[in-house]
């Protein structure tokens, strides 16, 4: 049977490698610097597809992180040398939207990823059987069946390991060999698989979330950590939900509703000043909630409203439009959250007189 190219049917949401593949090609054309074994462009490459900017052919490449440059040249660099990446940050920092960009730009190849879960075993990371082969004929290479850490090892290429913490920490451990040694022993068939030139891992983590693990230090040795921030400054996470909504909204297909300004500002300002504590002008100290708030939720909370705005409104994105949607984020914990979102909707949200639109709004949903 014939597979679709992803590239031209109505896939969701396309691989790094080919939503964006114009822009990768522009820049191999480009490139003509070392490049490490097995690596499809130049570090500086890697660095310049990530960032963004507009080559001398007039090709635009489209920021795929906003921050500080300097961290994702230590990343990359990470990536040329023998240690791995361990991408650290709160949620919705952009880890993984990072290592799948990074997975593209040096393999070619994204889709190398295992999703660490409690329920995620070593066998997930290093390799299974077929049952079926494995009791007619025993151990043997045919009845393997290869992980995508196996066939990183195999092809040369960046292996995503995301949520590594949420795995328990003897599976955590079975990548240690595989890090140190680059050779994945098989003892079932006294052999052992050595890594190919080109292979190395990107795994992410974070510390904020319930149910997480320890990685242990014997791990954590063999990964560099570069840990990614959240957004400095408003403006910097006005520019990443503005640029996120408008590329979800074209992915999404949605009814084009113009994405007002003035409502991005309000929602990052809160998530802001929630976070945080303390509101913007540094008067006001505020209780925060226990939910993460992150840039990420911001989007989900704009691109939500859009949806509101285009289906239900009447075209314009207003706060009605995502007042819902921030109480829904805010409030994780039915009890302290609404407390603390109470005493900033009254003690804060009240007394903006520009803000009396949404004032309104989130007083009629408690209604």
């Not at 190219?5 to 480009?30: C, F, K, N, T, W």
């Not at 490490?36 to 007039?58: I, K, N």
């Not at 990964?223 to 503005?242: C, K, M, W």
Request: charged letters at 20%; one cysteine or more.
């Amino acid at each position: 049977m014939a597979v679709a190219d992803p590239a031209r049917s109505e896939v969701l949401r396309p691989h790094a490698e080919q939503q964006y593949a114009a822009e990768l090609a522009a820049l191999v054309g480009i490139d003509d610097r070392q490049r490490p074994p097995g690596w499809g462009m130049s570090p500086w490459a890697v660095v310049r597809y990530l960032m963004g900017g507009v080559l001398d052919d007039g090709t635009v490449i489209t920021p795929k992180y906003v921050g500080q440059q300097r961290l994702m040249e230590i990343a990359v660099a990470t990536l040329a040398t023998d240690r791995a990446l361990l991408l650290l940050g709160v949620p919705g920092t952009a880890k993984t939207w990072v290592s799948e960009h990074l997975a593209a730009a040096i393999s070619g190849d994204s889709t190398l990823l295992v999703q660490g879960t409690a329920g995620t075993t070593e066998e997930t990371l290093r390799y299974g059987w077929n049952y079926a082969l494995l009791l007619a004929e025993g151990p043997s290479e045919a009845a393997l069946v290869p992980s995508p850490v196996y066939r990183g090892m195999t092809s040369g290429a960046i292996v995503r390991i995301e949520e590594l913490t949420r795995m328990p920490p003897e599976v955590q451990d079975a990548l240690v060999t595989v890090l140190s040694e680059k050779v994945l022993p098989i003892p079932e068939l006294d052999s052992e698989l050595s890594a190919v030139r080109g292979f190395n891992v990107i795994a992410t983590a974070n510390d904020r979330d319930r149910g997480v693990n320890d990685i242990s230090s014997a791990l954590r040795r063999r990964f560099n950590t570069v840990v990614l921030p959240l957004p400095a400054t408003v403006d910097e996470e006005i520019a990443i939900v503005t640029r996120r909504v408008e590329e979800l909204g074209v992915a999404l297909a949605l009814p084009e509703v113009p994405a007002a300004a003035d409502e991005i500002r309000r929602v990052v300002t809160i998530f802001r000043e929630l976070r945080s504590g303390i509101t913007t002008d540094e008067r006001t100290s505020i209780k925060v909630p226990s939910a993460t708030l992150s840039t990420a939720e911001a989007i989900s909370v704009v691109t939500n409203g859009l949806a509101l705005a285009a289906h239900f409104g009447d075209g314009t994105f207003s706060a009605a439009d995502v007042a819902s949607g921030i109480i829904g984020a805010v409030i994780s914990d039915p009890v302290h959250d609404a407390v603390a979102w109470r005493e900033y909707l009254e003690g804060v949200v009240s007394e903006r007189p520009e803000w009396s639109d949404f004032y309104e709004a989130c007083r009629a949903l408690d209604a």
